[in-house]
């Protein structure tokens, strides 16, 4: 079983700092792919940016980058220079091809952050 | 741009109630989700379709079925709605089984079920 832990529930940051949100994972699939999604408050998820289980190197997108550590089984997601906009809840997620049923996401519990000027 | 549809933002429904909350997908893909959210516990899945007739269960299937008759359509029924079955309810698609694909989330139903 696949199995995502964000353990903090809420975060503040102050505008133009950067934020590091936690996120762990548990899978014996050698093979697996990770995710970001931001959803503001309207409601909807918007994809932030993956990362494969074999990638040598750390993905970015624009102000977000996703420090892996496979070792550590742990993807924290980076928001470098943090805008009010960015306010918004956060989850991670997890998709692993051979025992975590190929197109299924398991996603953790969400971080809640807040941006403050 | 992929565009995934819901039928209604905000849903009031009564207990004992036939509900049905609708998504359409206008991307052809051949998997689509069903999940709801609940403070605390994140976006768990209820089902999901890998193609039109094909449904799996997801971690929390009960109380609830689906049906796909057409590819770019999911359908979430709550047989008989329950005051627990009050949630945010997301669907999602995505192209078929890739690692890398990212699943596109429509804007979501909040169900209340008095």
């Known amino acids: 079983a696949q199995k995502i832990t964000q353990t903090q529930p809420g975060m503040f940051v102050q505008e133009k700092e950067a934020v590091t949100l936690d996120c762990t994972y548990d899978t014996s699939d050698p093979s697996y792919g990770l995710f970001w999604y931001k959803q503001p408050s309207s409601g909807e998820m918007i994809f932030l940016i993956y990362q494969g289980s074999y990638d040598q190197q750390n993905a970015t997108e624009g102000r977000y980058s996703l420090n892996f550590q496979k070792a550590r089984k742990s993807a924290n997601l980076v928001i470098s220079a943090s805008q009010l906009g960015d306010s918004a809840m956060y989850f991670c997620?997890?998709?692993?091809?051979?025992?975590?049923?190929?197109?299924?996401?398991?996603f953790g519990t969400g971080t809640q952050l807040k941006v403050e000027l | 741009d992929v565009k995934v549809t819901q039928s209604s933002r905000y849903l009031v429904k009564r207990t004992g109630e036939k509900v049905f909350l609708e998504c359409v997908q206008d991307?052809?893909?051949?998997?689509m989700f069903w999940y709801r959210q609940d403070p605390g516990l994140g976006l768990r899945l209820i089902y999901f379709s890998y193609d039109v007739k094909m449904k799996e269960k997801g971690d929390i299937p009960e109380g609830y079925s689906v049906s796909r008759e057409k590819k770019e359509r999911f359908s979430l029924i709550l047989e008989s709605a329950s005051t627990n079955q009050t949630s945010m309810y997301l669907c999602a698609s995505s192209p078929f089984s890739s690692i890398t694909d990212t699943q596109y989330f429509g804007p979501g139903t909040r169900l209340t079920v008095l």
């Open positions: 997620a997890m998709r692993a091809i051979l025992t975590g049923g190929g197109n299924k996401l398991t």
């Open positions: 991307m052809d893909h051949e998997n």
